[in-house]
């Protein structure tokens, strides 16, 4: 079982910057593709990134192309979302999931982190 925590998480001024981490106290992370998803308010959850099982392979959503960046250290059982220049519109609730498939950009994930809140005042 992947037990998946999310973290990093706040209040931030449009223009700035957040680093999300979503650490596995469980099981490694190495075998699995890992995403990131934001669930805004009466919005439905959304992918905005991920990246693939060895980290050569990411995809980012065209709304955080270029302002966001996903990465993985399968060492420390770790990834992350930095996200800079960010704006209103990325306000949410941001949760990291894992896929036993080694890369996806659908809803096929197996384990789910809590949720982490980002809020982008204008």
């Known amino acids: 079982q992947v037990q998946l925590v999310a973290s990093g998480g706040g209040l931030v001024q449009a223009g700035g910057s957040l680093r999300l981490s979503c650490a596995s106290s469980?099981?490694?992370?190495?075998?699995?593709?890992m995403g990131w998803f934001r669930q805004a308010p009466e919005k439905e959850r959304e992918l905005v990134a991920a990246?693939?099982?060895?980290?050569?392979?990411?995809y980012y959503s065209d709304s955080v192309k270029g302002r966001f960046t996903i990465s993985r250290d399968n060492a420390k059982n770790t990834a992350y979302l930095q996200m800079n220049s960010l704006k209103p519109e990325d306000t949410a609730v941001y949760y990291c999931?894992?896929?036993?498939?080694?890369?996806?950009?659908?809803?096929?994930?197996?384990?789910w982190g809590q949720g982490t809140q980002v809020t982008v005042s204008s």
């Open positions: 469980g099981r490694t992370i190495s075998p699995y593709g």
């Open positions: 990246v693939s099982r060895g980290g050569s392979s990411t």
């Open positions: 999931a894992a896929s036993r498939l080694a890369f996806t950009t659908t809803l096929l994930y197996d384990y």
